[in-house]
């Protein structure tokens, strides 16, 4: 069958033989996107995050025929270094993460919690980032990257 | 003019290198010699340790390459390797770039590996930087025609002192091209390789780059997307392979139906004994056909206790191996004769590496030689495991390492990439092998569990006289920590090769100074001698965090019971001055107050203690002390501010460094609250996040603050795993502080602490 997706702002059509191929390796494997990245396959991690239609949603279990024509927004879809989305920016000011692998979890997280809640107290952060996985321990330097956000606000 | 470099030496030993390869061996067997001159070749040199070229190469731009042999697994560390380099070379930070993991480009530095990154494999750059410098400054005097003691440097560019318009830079002197000159080498490979040269180090107090809070390039290419991990090579024609593990510890496939697969299109079925993967043209497709292969499966005995009485069957194993550090005094005695004698037990459970992501490997196996892209942290023992499964020499083998979906010891990495190697070969096209999530956290070497008997003896007066201080666990490593050999591999294990096995454990490290002691330890046989997923084997700071509860526990018992603050207890104790700065730099820092007894129970829902812990780590030490809230009624423990202070000897980066300290506080936090393999008698059932449950945001303190103690005489000595060390015990001495209750076994979770005030306070 032939899929057409909007990712980043650009249209994609390809051919797949399973209408229920996540998305995440539609991305990955079609489209040659490097982010998001698999961790679990199960929902319970994060680093497979992607935007739909704004909202963070994890794409190792959305399958490609729940899309629609739903606008996809992937980690290359939020900024560049000429023009960092915010929430990338607070997190190279932090240097935060170590390895790194888990980030599509939480920047992509971030951005759409923050532009919802641009005032949200520290609380509501640690909430909002629940059940989102990081194996290095990078979590103090995530929440502080994210309270310059919420805090300069 | 001076010009101490004569170049003549060199260009014989370089004929004699070319001669042929017999030569060669003899040549590097060599270790004591060295060349001072500097050639200029054209092309470079071979791969050798002694090389000059081996580690640093001048850019015609006069930028550097540092060619390091470790690689960064995500604590930045090649930023400090770079900052050495600029300062020994006299060039800027930013022109120094450093090259890791490939292994046709670096030294095998022995990987990420016991936080030897600045203390063991920055040295060999480092000296290195420091020759190739002292060299240049040769070569500019030629050319400048003044001697080498009127010239300075400035980023790379030489200059005649008081006359700065006589300048030659680094890259005109020899950019482009190579030195071609030999280092004195001990002859070792690994963390324990050293090559020097003849030049002067720097004194740090000279060094203006080391000791600034540099920045690492590689965390805005990770928020821009522009990092390329291990997971994302991709290959002309590359398959994709999923492993399928058995569903019972020990089972072999005896049947495989592959009719459920039918409807997938090309996939191919790799079947060897024990080892069965599928390979398929895309990725889904290969999950899908892992997923839905039909196997029957032999049906071995169980091969576990039940999780419930692992510790039982640790006590009643046999043991066999032993071993522990020298005895002091004569501890039997000293207890016989004691007034008083105080014993406790610890258990600290399995606990997985669990890496962020299933390890990933790619493999493109040809006739007589391979590729192997790899995130594991010791890409030069992947190479040299990939070579011994494909039965090709090493140095046809090529491992390319990319950062990897975490990593933090020996966890799926080496697994994956033999994998890939096997499947590769079977299908004659380039493999992709990435985990799914239960490969990664159910399949992976674990961290060993362990028991562990601690017993001291008081005297009248107050004194303890001597300490007991005895584990009985699973060996350190089951399988090695170094992926090189097919046998310590669960692929080797799986196809039957021969099982070998070292039997390890170790003691504390703190140094209490009682003045008869006896630390020891037993080993108990791994549970399934072969391709176990309960199988044992380096896991971030390996065995600290388990020692280091049971004694710095421990330590908190005895100060109690002889009415001592644990601060001053611990004072009293430890001899090295360096130990004693940091445990008085955390108390000072934290306002610690003595509380030589508990305070009397308090009442309400949420009750909050401090507790302090210490670690020595080799050479680096930590204090740590925490302030915990534990809640009565859910038996929820919160951390919820830490002092730290740290002696790493020479700091390099010190924000870099804070951070390293608080990923180290917060994976700690992790295991010590939350994390134990679960199994039954047959597997591990901890298959992912839901059922290996790790540190949420929500449990992630509200401060750490750390004190960083830099001593600039000294080397920078270890950062990425000290700081693990004293997490467990601090919480513990601080749920004691806030309910009065001691926890003693690991994790410290909500279950057992909600247990623990059903029973009411001991």
């Given at each position: 069958m032939m899929v057409s997706l909007r990712v980043n702002d650009q249209s994609f059509t390809i051919e797949l033989d399973?209408?229920?191929?996540p998305l995440l390796y539609v991305l990955r494997d079609e489209l040659k996107l490097n982010n998001p990245h698999f961790g679990?396959?199960?929902?319970?991690?994060?680093?497979c995050m992607v935007l739909v239609d704004g909202a963070p949603r994890r794409s190792c279990v959305l399958p490609i025929s729940a899309v629609g024509d739903s606008a996809i927004t992937t980690l290359d879809g939020l900024g560049t270094p000429q023009k960092p989305h915010p929430v990338q920016q607070a997190f190279i000011d932090e240097q935060a993460f170590f390895c790194g692998y888990c980030l599509n979890g939480w920047v992509m997280t971030a951005a759409a919690f923050v532009k919802k809640h641009p005032r949200a107290t520290e609380a509501q952060l640690r909430e909002s980032f629940a059940g989102l996985k990081c194996r290095c321990g990078s979590h103090m330097s995530i929440l502080r990257a994210v309270k310059r956000l919420t805090e300069r606000a | 003019m001076t010009h101490p470099y004569p170049s003549s030496f060199t260009l014989s030993r370089r004929q004699a290198l070319l001669a042929g390869g017999a030569l060669v061996v003899a040549y590097l067997a060599a270790a004591s010699d060295m060349d001072e001159g500097a050639n200029g070749a054209e092309s470079k040199p071979a791969l050798t340790p002694p090389q000059l070229d081996s580690w640093i190469a001048v850019r015609p731009d006069g930028s550097v390459v540092g060619y390091f042999g470790k690689v960064d697994i995500?604590?930045?560390?090649q930023v400090a390797v770079a900052q050495i380099i600029a300062d020994e070379l006299d060039v800027g930070f930013e022109q120094v770039s450093i090259v890791m993991g490939d292994t046709a480009a670096t030294i095998?530095?022995?990987?990420?590996?016991?936080?030897?990154?600045?203390?063991?494999?920055s040295v060999p750059l480092r000296n290195a930087a420091a020759q190739a410098r002292s060299i240049l400054l040769g070569l500019a005097a030629q050319k400048l025609g003044n001697p080498v003691e009127s010239l300075e440097v400035t980023n790379g560019v030489v200059s005649v002192r008081g006359a700065i318009a006589r300048r030659i830079s680094y890259g005109e002197l020899i950019g482009g091209r190579y030195f071609d000159v030999r280092l004195k080498w001990n002859g070792k490979i690994g963390n324990e390789l050293i090559v020097a040269g003849s030049a002067p180090l720097k004194d740090h107090a000279q060094y203006r780059v080391v000791g600034k809070s540099l920045r690492r390039a590689d965390i805005a290419d990770k928020l821009f997307g522009r990092e390329v991990y291990s997971t994302d090579v991709r290959v002309p024609g590359m398959l994709h392979g999923r492993m399928i593990r058995p569903p019972i510890a020990g089972a072999v496939p005896v049947t495989v139906d592959r009719t459920a697969l039918s409807h997938l299109p090309e996939v191919q079925l790799v079947w060897r004994q024990g080892l069965l993967g599928v390979v398929a043209a895309k990725e889904w497709d290969a999950v899908k056909a892992a997923r839905n292969l039909r196997v029957e499966w032999s049906s071995p005995a169980a091969a576990f206790p039940p999780q419930e009485a692992l510790y039982e069957a640790i006590e009643a194993a046999a043991a066999v191996a032993h071993g522990g550090a020298e005895p002091v005094g004569d501890t039997a005695a000293a207890l016989a004769g004691a007034r008083k004698i105080l014993s406790a037990a610890y258990h600290w459970p399995f606990q997985s590496h669990a890496s962020m992501g299933p390890a990933c490997a790619l493999a493109d196996v040809q006739a007589d030689h391979a590729t192997i892209w790899t995130g594991d942290q010791k890409p030069h023992y992947i190479r040299d495991g990939v070579a011994a499964l494909l039965e090709l020499p090493p140095e046809n083998v090529r491992g390319i390492w990319l950062r990897g979906p975490g990593s933090y010891g020996r966890n799926d990495g080496g697994d994956a990439a033999l994998d890939a190697a096997y499947l590769s070969k079977a299908v004659g096209k380039p493999v992709r092998v990435q985990g799914m999530r239960a490969d990664g956290t159910a399949w992976d070497p674990k961290g060993p569990a362990s028991v562990h008997h601690v017993c001291a003896g008081i005297d009248a007066s107050g004194q303890v006289v001597a300490l007991r201080f005895q584990s009985k666990a699973f060996s350190r490593e089951n399988i090695a920590s170094h992926p090189d050999d097919p046998t310590q591999s669960l692929s080797g294990q799986l196809m039957a090769m021969p099982v070998k096995t070292k039997h390890a454990f170790d003691v504390p490290e703190?140094?209490?100074?009682?003045a008869n002691r006896d630390l020891g330890w037993e080993v108990v046989p791994a549970l399934?001698?072969?391709?176990?997923?309960l199988r044992t084997s380096h896991l971030r700071d390996p065995l600290g965090p388990q020692l280091n509860f049971a004694s710095e526990s421990f330590i908190d018992e005895l100060a109690f019971a002889i009415r001592t603050d644990p601060v001053a207890f611990r004072l009293r104790y430890l001899k090295d001055p360096r130990s004693i700065a940091v445990i008085e730099a955390v108390a000072e820092q934290a306002k610690w107050t003595p509380r030589p007894t508990r305070g009397a129970a308090r009442a309400g829902e949420v009750l909050t203690g401090r507790g302090i812990a210490f670690a020595r780590r080799k050479h680096t030490r930590v204090a740590v002390i925490v302030e915990v809230e534990v809640h009565r009624h859910s038996g929820r423990i919160w951390p919820r501010r830490w002092t730290v202070a740290h002696d790493c000897g020479l700091i390099v980066n010190p924000d870099n460094l804070r951070l390293v300290i608080e990923g180290n506080i917060l994976h700690a936090t992790s295991r010590a609250l939350f994390e134990e393999v679960r199994f039954d008698e047959h597997r591990v059932t901890s298959v992912d996040w839901v059922t290996y449950p790790i540190l949420d945001m929500r449990d992630a303190p509200e401060k750490i603050d750390i004190v960083l103690i830099d001593h600039k005489d000294d080397l920078p000595l270890g950062a990425g795993e000290p700081a693990t060390r004293p997490v467990a015990a601090a919480i513990a001495n601080a749920v004691f502080d806030a309910t009065g209750m001691r926890l003693r076994q690991a994790p410290l979770s909500a279950g057992r602490m909600k247990a623990a005030f059903l029973r009411g306070a001991e």
């Open positions: 399973d209408r229920d191929t679990c396959g199960l929902a319970q991690c994060g680093a | 995500g604590l930045g560390i095998n530095q022995g990987g990420a590996s016991g936080s030897t990154g600045l203390e063991l494999g703190e140094g209490y100074d009682f399934l001698d072969r391709a176990s997923p």
